[in-house]
């Protein structure tokens, strides 16, 4: 026996109504091609991973995911955070690759394992990619010797991997995204199928369902980047604990934990809005600004990071645009003369942010100021 989708109230039904009235938004915006779209997927994309990452300990910035994600090296983490970033990023790219399959698409123990060897490569010590052959408990942040929740014993993991498979394949098809992945993420954290890396992976297999589910990018829906704020990951620990008690409680209520996940999900979308409304006017006005300069408008590919707080590596630039070497480095060393980008670093170490013309910019553009809704605090 899994746990089991809840009985939804009215005040779930109203959150899922306006979650999916922002999505519907998003969606109609997508339609429509920019030339910053990668790059605003791309942030996303890393901040989930950051997030989730976060989560486990290893923080990152987004900028340093965002380098791995393009094929650069990060410049702030360690090699230790950098290899978990790394495994994290390869599993992410693939569960978002999935969203084209289809409905040819079955979820399968190979499939859910492999995502695990991803993420956990990097500690063969571990059995990454394969099952749990030992008893294995959470500890409490407080002191890691006192066990606050015992997973199931390893000769029943592989019956409740079953069944947890057959329930994504099968089960409750009816139920809202959102919940489905919320319950995906509860049933394989509770679980615990793996030595280690339960935490990651069940988040990313809640990126997973909505990759295959939600007509939406996976990137726009995932909670990982709420999940990783300090205060929610405190709030995410705590429902957890609170959802079943210390053992395998598979009859527990989980109201609390699909009102938690369905309160990130609203807060997220807002902020995922947010983001492409921002980036829509960040554009509009660096290329209304490098055209007055008689710049190029590529040059907003490069310009538009660094006017949102990042930074800028001249490869990527030079992905991003679709440009030559060549073109790209004098892009850069013309933007850097031009008081466009302030230059940092040297050798493969160098990058760029916001020189005295893009905060000038910036000045002109409104970012919101106002406080993210929270749908069961009416």
């Known amino acids: 026996m899994l746990y089991q989708v809840p009985s939804l109230d009215d005040s779930d039904r109203r959150t899922l109504d306006e979650i999916a009235e922002m999505c519907q938004d998003l969606r109609r915006l997508l339609r429509t091609p920019r030339k910053w779209t990668k790059q605003l997927r791309r942030n996303l994309t890393a901040r989930a991973i950051a997030g989730s990452n976060t989560i486990e300990g290893y923080a990152a910035t987004v900028e340093d995911v965002e380098d791995l994600m393009a094929g650069e090296m990060p410049l702030e983490a360690s090699d230790v955070t950098r290899r978990e970033l ?91 995204v959102h919940v489905r992945a919320s319950m995906a993420h509860l049933n394989l954290v509770k679980i615990h199928p793996w030595a280690d890396g339960n935490g990651r992976m069940s988040r990313a297999l809640s990126t997973l369902v909505f990759a295959l589910e939600e007509l939406m990018p996976a990137e726009f829906s995932s909670i990982e980047e709420w999940l990783g704020h300090g205060q929610n990951t405190y709030g995410y620990y705590e429902v957890l604990r609170e959802t079943g008690g210390a053992g395998w409680s598979p009859g527990a209520g989980t109201s609390a934990w699909v009102k938690f996940c369905l309160t990130g999900h609203h807060v997220q979308a807002q902020q995922a809005k947010r983001r492409f409304d921002l980036y829509t006017r960040a554009w509009q006005a660096l290329t209304e600004a490098a055209s007055k300069a008689k710049l190029d408008e590529r040059v907003a590919v490069a310009l538009l990071p660094a006017f949102l707080g990042g930074r800028v590596r001249r490869p990527v630039y030079q992905s991003d645009a679709e440009l030559s070497l060549q073109q790209s480095t004098r892009d850069i060393r013309e933007m850097v003369r031009t008081g466009w980008l302030e230059q940092h670093g040297e050798a493969r170490g160098r990058y760029y942010t916001a020189g005295p013309r893009i905060l000038a910019v910036r000045e002109s553009v409104r970012r919101s100021t106002e406080p993210f809704v929270y749908p069961y605090r009416r």
């Open 86 to 176: 790394e495994g994290y990023q390869r599993a992410m790219t693939y569960i978002l690759a999935l969203s084209d399959v289809g409905s040819e698409f079955r979820y399968d123990l190979g499939l859910i394992n492999g995502l695990h060897y991803m993420i956990q490569e990097h500690h063969p010590q571990k059995r990454p990619g394969r099952l749990r052959r030992s008893s294995v408990y959470v500890s409490s942040p407080e002191d890691e010797l006192v066990p606050v929740y015992t997973a199931p014993e390893s000769d029943e993991v592989p019956g409740l991997m079953e069944e947890l498979i057959a329930w994504l394949n099968e089960g409750d098809l009816d139920t809202p």
